[in-house]
T-cell receptor
């Protein structure tokens, strides 16, 4: 069974460019979470969806960040325009309502120069 | 509000020694508790979980954790550390708000010395 798939695994971009991170959750999971991890701030929850509907985006740092989940098998996190302080590892995780655990993808390492 | 406190951001043990990573939680409802491990340049991997029932929970790689309601603790242990156990460990509690949201602790980095 395939785990959570994220792409790209690494992204290097220049300040001001648009960045799109992609996530494919585990089939059958109905919850999806986007996290950001940095040395300074640790693991931060940005936004989460249930049955493709955004539930809480209070962790999204600025209006430059947006996320969508057009269907049960795909989600995107977009940063426009990107800034050097957005450099981090971005994780996507999915789960099923009930058991509680989340399964994490391998992450996307974003570097904004 | 729920919260998780991991005592000790860094723990160092010798190979073969007991591993003890501490986690205390705060929850207004019966908690679902989790331990995750993160190896360098990888995502978080579920080690074990407690939902209901037996308070001693066994996980992968020889780890186990015991839920102690009276102490609001869920400490992670392993009898004998291996070099491959060097990683960061996160304790988490499921949010009472539903939707499988987890509240994570700040993490404990485990170093294992030969």
């Amino acid at each position: 069974d395939a785990g959570v798939i994220q792409s790209p695994r690494h992204e290097v971009t220049e300040m001001g460019q648009e960045v799109t991170l992609r996530c494919k959750p585990i089939s059958g999971h109905n919850s999806l979470f986007w996290y950001r991890q940095t040395m300074m701030r640790g693991l931060e929850l940005l936004i989460y969806f249930n049955n493709n509907v955004p539930i809480d985006d209070s962790g999204m740092p600025e209006d430059r960040f947006s996320a969508k989940m057009p269907n049960a098998s795909f989600s995107t996190l977009k940063i426009q325009p990107s800034e050097p302080r957005d450099s981090a590892v971005y994780f996507c995780a999915s789960g099923r309502t009930g058991p509680g655990e989340q399964y994490f993808g391998p992450g996307t390492r974003l570097t904004v120069t | 509000a729920q919260s998780v406190t991991q005592l000790g951001s860094h723990v160092s043990v010798s190979e073969g020694a007991l591993v003890l990573l501490r986690c205390n939680y705060s929850s207004s409802v019966p908690p679902y508790l989790f331990w995750y491990v993160q190896y360098p340049n990888q995502g978080l991997q579920l080690l074990l979980k407690y939902t209901t029932g037996a308070t001693l929970v066994k996980g992968i790689n020889g780890f186990e954790a015991e839920f102690k309601k009276s102490e609001t603790s869920f400490h992670l242990t392993k009898p004998s550390a291996h070099m491959s156990d060097a990683a960061e460990y996160f304790c988490a509690v499921r949010s009472s708000g539903g939707y499988n949201k987890l509240i994570f602790g700040a993490g404990t980095r485990l170093a294992v010395h030969p």
